[in-house]
């Protein structure tokens, strides 16, 4: 059996602007780098 991540998998991931450049970042990450 092989594996196979689901295509779809970033598709309901919430991103956030950061800072001026408009870089999207993944909510998640934001909480972790405090």
Request: charged share 25%.
């Amino acid at each position: 059996m092989t594996y196979r991540a689901d295509t779809a998998r970033y598709d309901t991931m919430q991103y956030r602007r950061s800072g001026k450049s408009g870089l999207k970042l993944p909510v998640i990450s934001l909480g972790l780098w405090q």
